[in-house]
């Protein structure tokens, strides 16, 4: 079973992500990569998405419980957009410090982010909207007391809006982000077989690059739809269906195979011809 451990235990699990790690080992992980089904006030159950959306209690909640999961000079990986990012960095900053306060310490480091870029490298603006597109998500960077785990890859990625090729459909599940800005971001800042846990998981696309990169990994969603949607994903980006950066498009190159899969790039039908 792809989604087994060794001990037959599931790698994606079903259940309430602050329950599920609450149920882990503390310390256990090196990275946490958290996309929150947080809303915005007012947007409650008005987001445009199947699945329970709640506020931002419930993500400082979920972010405490993800810090304690993390290992000394681990690293949350915190997806946001412009109403929450601020937020969280002020939250994590006030609850675990602020690395320009005490450089070797822990807490908020960097505000990355992924911007999506067009088949001609232009900032993509088909996301509709009349106060500016938006055209991609901030990322919110920190670690947990001093760290080791150093890596020059760039907090911002650029990347393709996440779509079957064949279809343009993002795998019927809400908020698809991509793969490769977080698969940049595992290598650079973990090891083979170390552990990133995915609460919030959706499709998984930081469990499907930590998969690709041969770390263990566990994910975690409320909803059995969202595991359905991420064994689709798993196998588009597997049979080379899944698209890819656009710097990796143009290059002729792609990371489409898992290393459980197919051959690298040749295997990758999607990858380069320009949709959106
Ligand atoms: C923003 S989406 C994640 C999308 C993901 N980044 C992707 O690329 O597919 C948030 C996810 O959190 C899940 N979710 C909502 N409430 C949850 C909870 N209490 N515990 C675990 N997962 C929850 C939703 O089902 C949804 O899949």
Same mark, same amino acid.
């Given at each position: ?30 990275? $946490? ?19 329970? =959306?709640?506020?931002?209690? =419930? ?12 290992? $000394? ?23 675990? *410090? ?8 822990? *807490? ?10 067009? *088949?001609?490298?232009?900032?993509? =603006? ?12 901030? $990322? ?42 977080? #698969? ?12 990133? $846990? ?16 041969? #770390? ?28 890819? =950066? ?16 197919? *051959? ?13």
């Amino acid at each position: 079973m792809i989604d087994q451990h060794s001990d037959g235990s599931e790698r994606y699990r079903i259940g309430d992500a602050l329950a599920e790690l609450r149920s882990l080992d503390e310390e256990s992980a090196a990275v $946490v990569c958290l996309d929150d089904a947080w809303a915005r006030p007012g947007r409650q159950g008005a987001f445009g998405v199947e699945y329970e =959306t709640h506020d931002f209690e =419930t993500t400082a909640e979920i972010v405490d419980v993800a810090w304690d999961v993390l290992e $000394v000079g681990g690293w949350l990986i915190a997806d946001g957009d412009d109403w929450l990012a601020p937020r969280l960095e002020t939250y994590i900053r006030e609850e675990f *410090g602020d690395v320009t306060d005490w450089y070797e310490g822990g *807490g908020y480091r960097r505000r990355g982010g992924v911007t999506y870029v067009d *088949g001609s490298g232009e900032p993509d =603006t088909s996301t509709p909207g009349m106060y500016l597109s938006n055209g991609g998500y901030p $990322v919110v960077f920190a670690h947990k007391g001093p760290t080791s785990r150093r890596t020059a890859a760039s907090a911002r990625q650029l990347a393709r809006h996440p779509r079957r090729v064949e279809d343009g459909y993002p795998y019927d599940w809400g908020s698809v982000k991509p793969i490769e800005p977080y #698969r940049n971001w595992i290598e650079g800042l973990t090891d083979v077989d170390e552990l990133v $846990v995915v609460p919030c998981a959706g499709t998984a696309p930081a469990a499907i690059a930590a998969e690709d990169l041969r #770390r263990r990994w566990l994910a975690i969603d409320s909803e059995q739809a969202a595991r359905d949607a991420y064994l689709q994903r798993r196998e588009a980006y597997l049979e080379g269906g899944e698209q890819t =950066t656009l710097l990796a498009a143009t290059d002729g190159e792609s990371n489409c195979s898992l290393s459980t899969g197919a *051959g690298q790039n040749d295997s990758c039908p999607g990858s380069g011809d320009g949709s959106a």
